[in-house]
């Protein structure tokens, strides 16, 4: 079974920098990728980044490029979201899940074993 654990969610001012961590456990290499996922409040959940098991590879929304980074420690079983430059419309509850679509995606509709979400709220 397939768990997943977000953190490191907080208030934080505009030009702002957050990490937040996904703690997985139960993942095999069978999976192909975890994803991270934003949903605000009135807002269907939209996927924000994903990073390749198998080999790394990494995918943004445009939104997001050159603002946040996903990176993996596999040896902590962890994946980060690293995100600077915050704005106010990244506000949401940020999600992590993982899939099973060899393809690069952001369709929350492809990925499963979501967790509680962690609360990122951009503010002056």
């Known amino acids: 079974q397939v768990r997943l654990r977000e953190s490191g969610g907080a208030v934080v001012q505009p030009g702002g920098s957050l990490t937040l961590s996904c703690v997985e456990d139960g993942i095999s290499r069978d999976f192909h990728g975890i994803g991270w996922f934003r949903q605000a409040p009135g807002k269907e959940r939209e996927g924000v980044s994903n990073i390749r098991l198998r080999n790394g590879d990494t995918q943004y929304r445009d939104a997001v490029k050159g603002r946040f980074t996903i990176s993996e420690d596999a040896g902590k079983r962890t994946v980060y979201l690293q995100m600077n430059d915050l704005k106010v419309e990244d506000t949401g509850v940020y999600y992590c899940?993982?899939?099973?679509?060899?393809?690069?995606?952001?369709?929350?509709?492809?990925?499963?074993?979501w967790g509680q979400g962690t609360q990122v709220t951009v503010s002056s």
């Open positions: 899940a993982v899939t099973s679509i060899q393809d690069n995606t952001l369709d929350p509709l492809d990925f499963h074993s």
